[in-house]
């Protein structure tokens, strides 16, 4: 069966400052991986995903993600936080027999 | 364009009564997923539908939930009789076929069973 771990519950950073926010898989076969966010009283959004290419891989709002296939991690990035970014952030993978599985979720915190 | 839209967004009713929620996908999509989000056990899929038919429902918690597509532009999630631990926001989410094609969320319904 595949999973996704996110390792914090909650990360805090200070406006400005460059984020991380950690996810690991397991899953046989080839990934596909994908970040989410979601802010108070609203659906989840899609960031970005990665199916194959370059590790690499640019979303919204200035997210970016990189692949890491021998560590079996898929980290969030983004140089500069705003406080704007503070919300849950969702890491899912799929590409298994079973369908998309979804992270518990990472509170981001940006403090001014 | 018009995103996935639920309604109610609210729902408050006490317990041994129908709660009917319903789910429109954004249009052209083929997959329709079904949602429970909690604190305590997080985000669940309970049931998803390709080209209106059923393919997983595994994550249904027991009868009392059933879920219906009757056609490409409309889902139903209906629980009968409803009970206080069914209280949680309740996602439709709907893409495009494909292991590979990100799903898009509705901003959902929050149930409260008193």
């Known amino acids: 069966a595949q999973s996704v771990a996110q390792p914090e519950d909650q990360v805090n950073v200070a406006e400005g400052n460059p984020l991380t926010v950690k996810c690991t898989y397991s899953v046989s076969g080839n990934p596909y991986l994908f970040w989410y966010v979601q802010y108070p009283n609203r659906g989840l959004q899609f960031l970005l995903k990665?199916?194959?290419?370059?590790?690499l891989v640019k979303g919204s709002y200035g997210f970016e993600a990189e692949f890491n296939k021998s560590q079996t991690s898929f980290h969030l990035k983004k140089p500069s936080a705003l406080v704007s970014d503070s919300a849950l952030y969702f890491c899912a993978v799929g590409g298994g027999a079973d369908g998309l599985t979804f992270g518990k979720g990472t509170h981001l915190i940006i403090q001014p | 364009d018009a995103g996935v839209i639920q309604s109610p967004r609210h729902e408050v009713t006490e317990m041994g009564q129908e709660v009917t929620l319903r789910c429109k996908p954004i249009?052209?999509?083929?997959?329709l997923f079904w949602y429970r989000q909690t604190m305590m056990r997080g985000l669940e899929l309970l049931i998803y539908?390709?080209?209106?038919?059923?393919?997983?429902d595994s994550g249904m918690p027991e009868d009392r939930f059933s879920a219906k597509m009757p056609n490409a532009s409309f889902s139903t999630l209906k629980i009968q009789p409803s009970e206080p631990r069914d209280s949680a926001v309740y996602f439709c989410?709907?893409?495009?076929?494909?292991?590979?094609?990100?799903?898009?969320f509705g901003d959902g319904t929050r149930l409260s069973i008193l």
């Open positions: 989410a709907s893409s495009l076929l494909g292991r590979d094609q990100p799903q898009h």
């Open positions: 990665y199916i194959t290419g370059d590790n």
């Open positions: 539908f390709n080209n209106n038919v059923p393919i997983d």
């Open positions: 249009s052209g999509h083929n997959s």
